[in-house]
């Protein structure tokens, strides 16, 4: 059972940086398929980026492209979610989550961070 812990949220304003950070409790973590997603008040959660075992296949939404980079670290369990050129429609609560490998179900969660950007 992977346990993910996220960290970093905050408030920011508008065009500053943030960068998140999603511990896993295994070292099996190394092989999972790690992603962000997030949920804004009222609306249903959304896709962010994800990242496969090796550090690529990387995918991210539209609307981060060119703004945001996630990246890992196998070494620190770690996986992280750079955050540049905010704005306050991304303004939501952010979710780190693993799932085996590509097509499979996202059966891990965190219990997620909040991001506040202020315009």
């Known amino acids: 059972q992977v346990q993910l812990v996220e960290s970093g949220g905050g408030l920011v304003q508008a065009g500053g940086s943030l960068r998140l950070s999603c511990a896993a409790s295994e070292r099996t973590f190394r092989s999972y398929v790690m992603g962000w997603f997030r949920q804004a008040p009222g609306k249903e959660r959304e896709f962010v980026a994800s990242?496969?075992?090796?550090?690529?296949?990387?995918a991210y939404a539209n609307s981060v492209k060119g703004r945001f980079t996630i990246s890992r670290d196998n070494a620190k369990n770690t996986v992280y979610l750079q955050m540049n050129s905010l704005k306050p429609e991304d303004t939501a609560v952010y979710y780190c989550a693993a799932r085996l490998s590509l097509g499979a179900k996202w059966d891990y969660w965190g219990q997620g961070t909040q991001v506040t950007v202020s315009s």
């Open positions: 990242i496969t075992w090796n550090g690529g296949p990387i």
